[in-house]
């Protein structure tokens, strides 16, 4: 058990070093992020009609699980 007189002590103690630490936290310098906008991340369907006819056959070819016309993934549970 920690005597009334003691338990003050430490309170004080803890309130000077929280002051001492946060004074020398003041003094850090933070480089700033910079913050990618939301934009940036979309892109524009182009309106060219022309695709590649060997698209999908290599897709399907490099795909170890398929059905058909359809690709089959594992949904990842975490």
Do not use: C
């Not at 936290?25 to 700033?32: A, G, M, P």
């Amino acid at each position: 058990m920690v005597s009334d007189k003691k338990r003050e002590e430490i309170k004080k103690e803890a309130k000077f070093l929280l002051y001492k630490f946060s004074k020398q936290l003041e003094k850090v310098k933070l480089k700033t992020k910079k913050i990618k906008s939301e934009d940036e991340g979309t892109r524009e369907e182009s309106s060219d009609t022309h695709q590649n006819p060997d698209f999908k056959l290599r897709m399907f070819q490099n795909a170890p699980n398929k059905s058909q016309d359809f690709i089959l993934a594992e949904k990842k549970k975490w």
